[in-house]
């Protein structure tokens, strides 16, 4: 029985080892060169996209992914007990980090089909598929697909100093607006207030008395100013 297990296991290891010295070297070298410029094209793409608001880590992940998915294709192959060794190592990784925005999980999956066209040697069918995705979210960003109409906007809001002007209003400003950005702290008062400075961007079908409602119930019906962006300057 001894025997037999161990004739078992040198035929395992001796097929694996014709498998892996069956692997083309040029081929391995056209697949990560292939998943690179395929990953980073993925991430160029959502850097731009994106504008301020893309994650570098992000960026960073969808360069590499590729790459990484497409040395397992390789290595697994066609190898059936690979590739349940695979499946069994991935349900032991534990992802902590938070899960992400909808999109960003797109560009995953995104990377994710590139990595596999590397992987099966699709070099072709996955550089046509990378530029026409990659093209096709380039133009709906352009023309601002499924976007909220928005108006820009000042507003000037006085806030209590036991206030934590850089959370306090966050709740509100992401319900009204589309983007807002704190642009100037001054304090008043001898102190004990803080006028803060934002740049909004409203969101078409609320109107400002309901944005101004909800931030003098924040702000103890201290001052509040919301005036076109066009029409003052912050200096005043």
């Not at 081929?27 to 301020?52: N, P, R």
């Not at 995953?108 to 099966?120: K, M, N, Y």
């Amino acid at each position: 029985m001894t025997v037999f297990a161990s004739e078992q296991l040198g035929n395992i290891m001796t097929d694996t080892a014709a498998e892996a010295s069956g692997m083309v070297f040029g081929e391995v070298i056209s697949a990560i060169a292939a998943s690179i410029i395929f990953g980073l094209a993925i991430s160029i793409t959502y850097i731009k996209t994106q504008k301020d608001s893309y994650s570098q880590s992000l960026a960073v992940t969808l360069t590499i992914l590729p790459v990484i998915l497409a040395m397992i294709i390789l290595f697994v192959g066609s190898n059936v007990a690979r590739a349940f060794s695979l499946a069994g190592t991935l349900t032991i990784i534990r992802f902590r980090s938070a899960p992400g925005e909808p999109k960003d999980i797109g560009f995953i999956f995104f990377d994710i089909a590139a990595g596999l066209a590397c992987g099966v040697g699709q070099y072709m069918y996955g550089a046509l598929f990378v530029a026409l995705v990659c093209l096709f979210i380039m133009l709906m960003t352009v023309f601002k697909y499924a976007g909220k109409k928005s108006t820009e906007k000042i507003l000037k809001i006085v806030i209590p100093e036991e206030l934590d002007y850089q959370n306090a209003l966050d709740d509100v400003m992401k319900k009204y607006t589309k983007s807002y950005k704190l642009v100037r702290v001054k304090t008043t008062d001898l102190g004990s207030l803080f006028e803060l400075s934002y740049n909004v961007s409203m969101i078409d079908g609320y109107s400002d008395k309901q944005f101004i409602d909800e931030l003098r119930c924040r702000n103890g019906n201290l001052s509040i100013i919301l005036s076109l962006a066009s029409e003052e300057p912050y200096g005043k």
